[in-house]
């Protein structure tokens, strides 16, 4: 049996303070870049900060607030303000932000859950405390809204007269340096009785000027829903000549401000400034105020907002509703390890995936960037997740992103929020990436085995049409916006192909899009968006290894309809016949890159500008061994060509050609170049045999694992620009695509290794990436997971990354080897004796089939995986079989859950015991610094098609 000495846990900042991932942080101050999400699913976005900083909008050209970047979050003097007097003399921010603020001695907590956020504030001098707590409520208004709270803690009775200070921004972010000043002369500003309203006559642009109809506000009412006794609707008068936010003289001096400039509120920079009522508190009593931020395509919203959340009580059963809904969104998927701090942290990369639907890639401030919406990858990779928190979403969704495939097999870069329409780059740049015909089918193939709707694979897409051909070497100048967006046939009717055409089309075409060394041609980038100075010469080894791994799949997907479902033919367009050269007695000559290329120019000349329409019937036994060919060809040319030993001793693979066609990795003088990315998808695409897995882990531990922090390096330092590859290398080493700590490759890489059966050393990454995002005095950012960490540790660009969908799936699916083979359900679990510490027991609770299960594992003995098998498995207190021979899986029918019960929790206990060692068993590879681990000896085999054989061979004995 496996010893292994338990991880102590890792010291954190901030605290749990419940099972569903609330959590404190006392003295926040000391963290100058936090932020928190603030959102609802009717596009209400804001971000919030300890000092109440940050932003609310609805949209690139919709803020109500000041937009800021992660830069402005200590620059900037705006915040959600709020002023207290007390007694006519001691003025007081409850958020923090005044000029006066060392005259007092406050102790400050920040308490925040899904999705709400609570500052609490305790003057120690004034004996005053106040809470405010922001939340957007998710019945789908498009408001903020903010409870202040603030109570006597002293001994006497004290009089308060409290206001609320939120400046109104009330245009586009394009001009913030666009026409600034320009643009507050549009603004119409009007007193509301609670508040202000801001209504700008026209949206600024000078391409073409809009009338504008929407309406910014900022509203107000104390706990009983009484109105503010006075309002100051402009910037101009609530500071005053030589003021600031940090010192509004209409406060610190005036009291008020001059009637001339009550009045002179058209076209200024408005500001939602209010007073209310004095206040007398006894010791032990409070005070509420209810503050609105809203933003209202309809003025009959505003009233509604007022009539739903305008008094302490109403107000209060909105933030219960609110924490209600997203407890629910995030307990689709409960993780209960013998580490309480890894299961609330999971809370948080949970709901992850949801907050990119939301906010796209933008509009938090480290998201500086874009415009909304979410580029294709992003698209794909978000509902990994998402297929398995919330399955019955998903469906539609990836059904309707297939329209986003051009018929060269590139695709539409950026999809919209609010009317999801498809944009060829959110730049209007005419480029495309390598990498994004594979990810559609990663996903896809996931919903296939968690469904077993196999059916899906033939329902129909449209093309995406615009005026790029040939991914982005041509265009066509016949083209235009009438013509439409969707591909026609040559007699004008829109064509639609089924799915699988689609998936097939945006491998087939990369297959034949080579370069001179015979690998897929890098273009305009790959998942690395920095390399993009290569689009001539360059070659992406890396996603060539995908590619060929996605082939091999895909033909396992046909082989199981084959066999499974009876499938003989597949219709698809006719065109494809070019492509699927090798589908009869043909040998083509793959080794020659000048003959792929000749190939798919024929193909491009065949669909351009339109495709026939016509459809042919192919034998689903000649695909199945078209593509086997081409994905062994790959296979072979990778693994023998790419695989690299370095002067060390050291060996791995190139992932890279540049714009000179030269190989970017391997000995160079100013030390060995190496990326992260060449390693990951030779091993998980299975391109790289069980040998090779072995020397990738040992380099990438001499190379890129960093000795104090523990993450790996997505590059090493190769020291000089790479003027020939990409921006990346001009980057700061140890900064984004440049050498950072990039977690979705990271993810990737512990995904890979998992998957070729090096569970200790996959645990080892998924660990540390955990480890580095709890390390609250290095990462400096609340409980979740970041793209990146920096050299120092920090977490960057929080909460909007690809990389929680990966973690998330990757634990499920890999660690706690939850998962569907074809819609059964099969339970393969990769676990390590850390993961049970001091208990012997851990689960998961996660949907499937439809209905609710929590699957517990019982592992007394404390085994690594590779030393125990499954004794049994017992559903709702009775055993159930498996469908599979060997006990290192355990298959169960998805006919056996769906006679379950759909509305309660249902418990399969999972017990280990000792495995046998038989002469059967594979190679132990024994790391030198961590406990033993299996990995599959076989390479370029799908370990779900030996299952599939395994489940038809112990069918068929039966």
Known sequence: ????????????????????????????????????????????????????????????????????????????????????????????????????????????????GQLWHKLTRDNQTLKLKSEITNFIPTSGERVEVMIVSIENTGTAETELETWTAVPIYARSADNLRDHRHVTSLLHR?????????????????????????????VLGADGHGRAPEYIVPTVEAFIGEGGSFEYPKCIFEAGQPNENARHSIQGKEAMGAMRFAKTKLKPGTRAEYIILLGVAEDRAEISNWLYRFASSEKAHDALEQTKAFWLAKSSQVVFKTADPVFNGWLRWVGLQPVFRKIFGCSFLPDFDYGRGGRGWRDLWQDCLALLLTHPEETRDVLLHNYGGVRIDGSNATIISAGDHKFIADRNSITRVWMDHGVWPFVTTELYLHESGDMDFLFKKAPYFRDTQQSRAAQKDADWNEEYGTKLKTKSGKVYQGTLIEHILIQHL??????????????????????????????????????????????????????????????????????????????????????????????????VQPEISG?????????????????????????????????????????????????????????????????????????????????????????????????????????????PDLGRAFSFAYGEKENGAFFNHMQVMYANALYKRGFVQEGYEVMRGIFKMAVTVENSKIYPGLPEYFNS????????????????????????????????????????????FQNTAVISVTAPFAGRK???????????????????????????????????????????????????????????????????QDPTIYTSPTLPVSRPQKESGVPAIKKLFDTFVH?????
């Open 614 to 722: 016509k459809t042919r019937k192919f034998k689903v036994a000649a695909l199945i061994q078209d593509l086997n060919a081409k994905a062994d060809y790959l296979t072979r040319h990778v693994r023998v060509k790419e695989f690299i030993k370095v002067k060390s001793g050291h060996e791995f693979f190139n992932g890279y050609y540049d714009n000179q066609a030269k190989r970017v990795e391997g000995d160079h003088p100013s030390g060995v170049r190496m990326t992260l990315t060449g390693q990951v998808f030779a091993a998980m695409s299975g391109v790289a045999d069980h040998n090779q897995v072995q020397q990738i882990i040992k380099s990438v531990r001499k190379y890129l694992m960093d000795p104090v922090l523990g993450g790996v390096r997505l590059n090493t330092d190769f020291k000089q620009i790479q």
């Open 853 to 919: 299960l929590q699957i517990v594992y019982r592992n007394p003995k404390k085994l690594c995986y590779g030393n125990y098998r499954i004794a049994s498995a017992v559903l709702n207190g009775e055993k159930v079989d498996s469908q599979l021979a060997a006990q290192d899986a355990w298959l169960i029918a998805r006919s056996t859950l769906e006679k379950l019960s759909s509305d309660e929790v249902h418990t399969l206990e999972i017990s280990l015991e000792v495995k046998p060692r038989t002469t």
């Open 954 to 958: 112990n069918k068929s004995s039966s």
């Open 1 to 112: 049996m496996n010893k292994q000495k338990p991880e102590s846990a890792p010291k954190t900042v901030w605290q749990f303070i419940d099972e569903n991932g609330s959590f404190r942080l006392d003295n926040p101050g000391r963290f100058s870049r936090l932020y928190f999400p603030l959102a609802n699913e009717a596009g209400m976005l804001a971000s919030i900060t300890p000092k109440l900083k940050g932003d609310t909008k609805i949209g690139q050209d919709a803020f109500l607030t000041l937009p800021v970047s992660s830069e402005d979050l200590h620059n900037s003097k705006a915040n959600r303000n709020f002023w207290v007097i007390q007694d006519g003399r001691h003025i007081w921010s409850a958020a923090g932000v005044s000029k006066n603020k060392k005259d007092y001695t406050d102790l400050v907590t920040v308490e925040a």
């Open 509 to 606: 075409v990369q297959f034949f899009n080579v370069g001179v060394h015979n690998h897929i041609r890098l273009e305009c980038a790959d998942w690395n968006d920095g390399l993009d100075m290569a689009a001539e010469k360059g070659e992406s080894v890396a996603f060539t290894a995908f590619y060929a791994g996605n082939l091999r799949r895909i033909a396992s997907v046909l082989d199981y309809l084959a066999q499974a479902k009876n499938l003989k033919t597949l219709e698809l367009a006719k065109e494809l016949l070019i492509l699927l050269d090798s589908a009869g007695k043909n040998k083509p000559a793959y080794h020659n890159s000048a003959y792929k290329r000749e190939t798919l120019e024929r193909y491009y000349k065949s």
């Open 792 to 835: 120092e540790g920090r977490g960057m660009y929080h909460y909007l990354t690809g990389s929680a969908s990966w973690y998330f799936m990757t634990l499920l699916t890999e660690s706690f080897g939850v998962k569907g083979h074809f819609g059964d359900l099969l339970i393969e679990p990769k676990l390590v004796a850390d993961q």
């Open 189 to 217: 500003i009007e007193a509301h009785d609670n508040g202000v309203l801001v209504t700008p006559t026209m949206t600024f642009d000078e391409r073409g000027h809009h009338i504008n109809h929407i309406t910014y506000s």
